[in-house]
């Protein structure tokens, strides 16, 4: 798997969230059962994405999490990044530590392109139009 479990998370419970009501807070453990997400993990990334700028947390009576900003301003790469998963980082598919262009392992090309168009997705994509995509 290319994408970390926090990182599949994350991009799985934002999506869900871009097709709620924008002014309904939502709590952690229903938004853990809608996406089938361990309710311990779930809290670990919804604080990073908090602390990204990404969610408004608020706590007590009525509390819960909101996107923070319009969904067209939430890139997918913005998701990545604040539960720390870099889609340019190397990662080698035969977990060889030196793998790079001087030390190649032998998918290291092909993997390469792959890894090149998802950031390319993850930057050029948003929120927004997976909340459009869902709707229309």
């Known amino acids: 798997m290319y994408l970390s479990r926090p990182a599949e998370y994350a991009l799985r419970v934002m999506t869900y969230m871009a097709l709620l009501d ?5 709590r952690a453990r229903d938004l853990s059962k ?3 997400v361990p309710e311990h993990f779930l ?4 604080r990073r994405l908090t602390e990204y700028g990404i969610l408004d947390a608020k706590k007590g009576h009525n509390g819960g999490f909101v ?5 067209s301003e939430v890139r997918f790469l913005d998701i990545l990044r604040a539960v720390d998963f870099e889609p340019s980082a190397d990662h080698c598919l035969f977990g060889l530590g030196n793998c790079d262009a001087q030390h190649p392992c032998p998918l290291h090309q092909e993997w390469s392109i792959l890894k ?3 950031e390319q997705w993850a930057r050029s ?5 997976a909340d459009h995509a ?3």
Do not use: F
């Open 22 to 26: 924008p002014a309904k807070r939502v």
């Open 34 to 36: 809608a996406v089938g």
């Open 43 to 46: 809290s670990k990334i919804m």
């Open 67 to 71: 996107i923070a900003k319009p969904l």
């Open 116 to 118: 090149n168009q998802i």
């Open 125 to 129: 994509h948003t929120l927004g139009e």
């Open 134 to 136: 869902a709707v229309g």
